[in-house]
């Protein structure tokens, strides 16, 4: 019976596990770092563990070719990844956008399913494992770790990336595959909290406001998007900026963030709300200019932004300034300082170059009998979803390959 090891006991690698068990002719041991499987899984969706999405496109995927994961996306579709679960005994619920969660709202339930799944006779399970080095010898490979060491025939790589280095986000997968003659991209944070200059975002800590942001370095528009935002000490979150956060970390310094509160209505429709506003309450501060359509701080922002007295009574406001109110509330500019670190962030952008692998096996062209997955590998997607659904599929595929 052929021996498989697989190291990294997260989405991807107990998917392989469970795959490369299934023909019942080879020995799966599964080797993980933490004292657990799957501990980052658990922290996924809030907690509620957003396991694919039903609407999912190529363009939903990033790296240097993304094309790379079309086949295994296909294979694999988030339909057939839900049938995977069901047959494990998960129910899931569908929701907006077409994200799907498990029926009890809860990720231990999508880790419970797992680890039944891992429970077979051909698969044995070396928790709180660290591996340190591997080599080939001839056509096998020597894993070694503190205390032991064993032989295999065939080997996966799916340690995941180096994002949410507090539950388990290692650089392991990356040094082993470079030891073994790979390549890998430049890594960055994606899905994190975008940090700008604090005066302003830090005036509405707090306060979640729905969105359109426009991420730009000088002139050039680098991307935009829609959704939740949310104010903090030092930045902003939510799921738009978490979309937009691996585009800043790219471009480097001289990034900013225009923030749209209206972006159902033209520039033209909020003067003349505000302007309606001015008229029917003149002696009102002019801090509650926007009371009625955006929060109280929001609105308490905007008059600072722009200058302007927040106590003043609205019939002291100009026409300059109302179009000033109406600009700033259709794009308050927040200078970025950075992106958080890899120890917030969700995902890795980058990792190992796709070219030295098999779209169809998920099998190294460098060395034979070598497999990755997952994370580790430079492909990363957008929030709802995505990140898992590519974890299950090039799992999947790559124990269904050996």
Sequence with gaps: MAEVVIIGGGASGMAAAIAAAESGEHHVTLIERQARVGRKLLSTGNGRCNLTNLELKIENFHGENPAFAQYALSLWSPERVLEFFAELGLMTVTEYGGRVYPLSNQATSVLD??????????????????????????????????????????????CGGCAGSKLGGVMDGYNILKSLGHSRTSLYPSLTQIRTKPEIPRSMKGVKVQAGVKAAKGKKLLAEGSGDLLFADNGVSGTVVFELSRTVAKAGEGCALDIDFFENMEKAAVKKYLFARKTARPMAPAREIFSGALHS????????????????????????????????????????????????????????????????????????????????????????????????ASGLLAGGSV
């Design 113 to 158: 399913v797992l680890r039944f799944g891992l429970e077979k006779p051909n698969i044995s399970l070396l928790a709180g494992t660290g591996v340190e080095s591997v080599r080939k010898k001839g056509k096998s490979f020597h894993i070694s770790w503190e205390g032991g060491s064993m032989e295999c025939d065939k080997l996966i790589v799916a």
């Design 297 to 392: 701080r929001v609105g308490l922002a905007l008059c600072k932004y722009v200058g302007i007295n927040p106590e003043s009574p609205c019939a002291e406001l100009s026409p300059a300034i109302i179009d000033a109110l109406a600009s700033a509330a259709k794009a308050l500019r927040l200078e970025v300082t950075g992106v958080s670190g890899f120890e917030s962030a969700q995902v890795t952008a980058g990792g190992m170059a796709t070219a030295e692998f098999n779209p169809k096996t998920m099998e190294s062209k460098i060395v034979p009998s070598l497999y990755a997955c997952g994370e580790v590998l430079d492909i990363d997607g957008d929030c709802g979803g995505y990140n898992l659904q590519w974890a299950w």
